[in-house]
C-alpha cells in the first residue's frame, strides 16, 4: 500500500514525510558552531566514545590528505586527489558501514578507506604508479579505486543484483543481510553510467545506497551548470527516495548514511544521499582552483569545517583534555613519517606484473603473451652479458 507520495509507508517511517516534501531541505545535527541540534527523522544518540572516534577519524584522514599532498609536491607522486573539507562526509558514510557491506569508490575516499581498514599507504603506492591498488577489496569489502568517472554506480549497482540473488537481503538476520554503497561526486551525477546505474536499481529494487559528496565543483565546472534543482531531488524521478545532509557535520551524514543503509538491507531498494559539502582543496595537485573560484567562498566554507565544529562540541562538554589532544598528535605524527618513508621505500614493479589480475585464471593465449614479453626482457640481459 503506498500513501500520497507514491512511496510505500516504510519509506515514510525511515525517512519521514518532511524529505519527501523537499523541507527541512538540509539534515544537520551538528551546526557550524558547534551546537547540537535534533532533527525529527534523522535524530541519533552518539557516546562520548562515538564522537572521539569520529574526531580522530578526521584529523587523521586530513593528516594523510596532507602528506600525501607534500609528497607529491616533491615529486615522490605523481597526482593526488586531495579530499580537504570532505572528511565529514566520509567518515560519517565509512562509520555508517556494517563488516558486510561492500564500498565501490571512486578516487578521492581516503577517509573511507581509513575506515575500512586499509592501509593509507597503498593509497599512496596507486597514485606513485608503482601499482592499481595493492589492497585485497575481499578483506575490506573496499573496491578499488575507480578512475573512469562515474563506472563504479554500475558496478555497484550490478554488486547489489548480486547480492539480492544470493540471499543476502531482507532476512532479517543482522549479521547476514548487506548493502552497497557506491561514491561518486556531483560532476560524477550528469554521466550516463551513473544515470544508467539509478534506472537498473530502481527496476530491481537493488539494494544499494548512491552516495553523492557534492562539493560543488566539477573540477572548474559550478554546480549551478550542472543541475536546475538540488541533486537529491532527481533521485525521485528515477523512484527512489533522495536526502540532502551536511556533508560537513559528521553527525547527521552517519545518521542518514546509516538509515539508508539499514533501508537498503532491509529490501527497500536504493537510496540517494547527497552530502552538501565543499572541496576546499583543488580538484587534485594538477588543479589550480583559483583560477575559476572566488576566495570568499573558500573562505566562507573554512567557517564551516567539519573538524573544528566537532572540536568545539567536544570542548565545551568536557569530552576532551589536553592529554587526548597530546596522544592524538603524536598518532597523525607517527602515520605522517609512515607515509613518508614507506612511500619513498615503495618497490617498483615488475614488467610482468601487468599480467597478473586481467582474469582469475590466466588464459593460454594470454599466457603466451606474458611468456613472449618475459623472453624480449631476456634478451637485454643476454646482450648486456656478451658485451
Aim: glycine share 10%.
Amino acid at each position: 500500500m503506498s500513501d500520497a507520495s507514491g512511496f510505500g509507508p516504510d519509506l515514510v517511517e525511515v525517512f519521514g514525510p518532511s524529505q519527501q516534501d523537499g523541507g527541512p531541505e538540509l539534515v544537520q545535527l551538528l551546526t557550524p558552531e558547534g551546537e547540537r541540534v535534533h532533527h525529527p527523522d534523522f535524530d541519533h544518540d552518539f557516546t562520548a566514545d562515538q564522537l572521539r572516534g569520529f574526531h580522530r577519524d578526521m584529523v587523521l584522514t586530513r593528516r594523510i590528505d596532507t602528506e600525501a599532498t607534500a609528497l607529491q609536491r616533491h615529486g615522490e607522486l605523481g597526482i593526488w586527489a586531495q579530499l580537504l573539507g570532505q572528511e565529514a562526509a566520509q567518515i560519517g558514510a565509512g562509520r555508517a558501514l556494517r563488516p558486510q557491506d561492500y564500498v565501490f569508490p571512486t578516487y578521492r575516499e581516503h577517509g573511507v578507506a581509513w575506515c575500512r581498514g586499509v592501509d593509507p599507504l597503498q593509497l599512496l603506492g596507486l597514485f606513485r604508479g608503482v601499482d592499481q591498488g595493492s589492497w585485497d577489496p575481499a578483506e575490506n569489502n573496499f573496491g578499488l579505486y575507480t578512475i573512469v568517472i562515474g563506472a563504479q554506480v554500475l558496478h555497484a549497482t550490478g554488486y547489489a543484483m548480486g547480492m539480492q540473488r544470493d540471499g543476502v537481503v531482507g532476512t532479517g538476520d543482522p549479521d547476514r543481510d548487506a548493502a552497497v554503497i557506491a561514491h561518486f561526486g556531483d560532476g560524477a551525477s550528469s554521466q550516463g553510467d551513473v544515470n544508467e546505474g539509478f534506472i537498473f536499481a530502481a527496476s530491481y529494487n537493488a539494494p544499494v545506497v548512491f552516495f553523492c559528496q557534492n562539493n560543488q565543483w566539477a573540477i572548474s565546472e559550478p554546480i549551478e551548470r550542472q543541475s536546475r534543482i538540488p541533486l537529491y531531488q532527481r533521485a525521485l524521478g528515477f523512484g527512489f527516495p533522495g536526502v540532502r545532509v551536511d556533508g560537513n557535520d559528521v553527525l547527521a551524514t552517519y545518521a542518514v548514511t546509516k538509515a539508508a543503509l539499514q533501508r537498503a538491507r532491509d529490501g527497500q531498494g536504493p537510496t540517494f544521499v547527497e552530502a552538501y559539502t565543499y572541496r576546499m582543496g583543488a580538484h587534485t595537485t594538477t588543479d589550480d582552483p583559483t583560477r575559476y573560484r572566488l576566495s570568499d567562498d573558500l573562505e566562507h566554507w573554512k567557517l564551516k569545517d567539519p573538524i573544528a565544529r566537532l572540536e568545539v562540541y567536544l570542548r565545551r562538554n568536557g569530552l576532551v583534555d589536553d592529554a587526548y589532544f597530546a596522544d592524538l598528535k603524536a598518532e597523525a605524527d607517527e602515520l605522517g613519517h609512515h607515509l613518508r618513508e614507506g612511500c619513498k621505500a615503495l618497490p617498483d614493479p615488475s614488467p610482468l606484473s601487468v599480467f597478473d589480475h586481467v582474469y582469475t585464471e590466466i588464459t593460454d593465449e594470454l599466457a603466451g603473451q606474458r611468456d613472449t614479453y618475459a623472453a624480449y626482457l631476456e634478451s637485454f640481459e643476454t646482450e648486456g652479458a656478451h658485451r
